[in-house]
T-cell receptor, first 115, second 116 residues
Framework: ETGVTQTPRHLVMGMTNKKSLKCEQHLGHNAMYWYKQSAKKPLELMFVYSLEERVENNSVPSRFSPECPNSSHLFLHLHTLQPEDSALYLC??????????????FGPGTRLTVL | AQKVTQAQTEISVVEKEDVTLDCVYETRDTTYYLFWYKQPPSGELVFLIRRNSFDEQNEISGRYSWNFQKSTSSFNFTITASQVVDSAVYFCALSETTDSWGKLQFGAGTQVVVTP
């Protein structure tokens, strides 16, 4: 198994749909992250979880709802999205929380298109 | 305000040429960390290197080398004898220790195109 996996790799959804993105890390890490990467914009941190507790919510609209049932899995639930939410969503993990010193390892991303 | 600046949007080289990517950062912290990541067309961000602010020793790893200069707040990255597989977007990132949530602040990235 590769370190951080994400499913699906590609997702097309309408504005009224509800879908979920899944991330799984096989590195034994305690912290997990969601990032958004839009065209022409730097990567944006969305959420941080440490030991299954959310420690960062970077002013993300409520139509994005994260869930971390255990330290190996992270979900991003999507509902009533807008076309401007179309982006690459990247998951990452690091050994510990609060570690600006910890290296984050990324998954391959989910390419989301909202019609 | 953008804390990490990668002024080069795209660099095109022919295989076997060297390519240097510039990164300039801004921070008031005395302790901080700098990173380089590579993002090939597949989309995954691949970690390349982490350097802390107290270690200005430059490093070479295979065809990659890094030049960290605190005096100019720069952390440049060089690929020697480039190969087509080096084609990717390269991101420089900063992590400040005053922010305890492990927040990586990324530059806009530099697209490297290596042609045969």
């Amino acid at each position: 198994e590769t370190g951080v996996t994400q499913t699906p790799r590609h997702l097309v959804m309408g504005m009224t749909n509800k879908k979920s993105l899944k991330c799984e890390q096989h590195l034994g890490h305690n912290a997990m992250y969601w990032y958004k990467q839009s065209a022409k914009k730097p990567l944006e941190l969305m959420f941080v979880y440490s030991l299954e507790e959310r420690v960062e919510n970077n002013s993300v609209p409520s139509r994005f709802s994260p869930e971390c049932p255990n330290s190996s899995h992270l979900f991003l639930h999507l509902h009533t999205l807008q076309p401007e939410d179309s982006a690459l969503y990247l998951c990452a993990s690091s050994q510990d929380y609060g570690g600006s010193t910890d290296t984050q390892y990324f998954g391959p991303g989910t390419r989301l298109t909202v019609l | 305000a953008q804390k990490v600046t990668q002024a080069q949007t795209e660099i095109s080289v022919v295989e076997k040429e060297d390519v240097t990517l510039d990164c300039v950062y801004e921070t008031r912290d005395t302790t901080y960390y700098l990173f380089w990541y590579k993002q090939p067309p597949s989309g995954e961000l691949v970690f390349l290197i982490r350097r802390n602010s107290f270690d200005e020793q430059n490093e070479i790893s295979g065809r990659y080398s890094w030049n960290f200069q605190k005096s100019t707040s720069s952390f440049n990255f060089t690929i020697t004898a480039s190969q087509v597989v080096d084609s990717a977007v390269y991101f420089c990132a900063l992590s400040e220790t005053t922010d305890s949530w492990g927040k990586l602040q990324f530059g806009a990235g530099t697209q490297v195109v290596v042609t045969p």
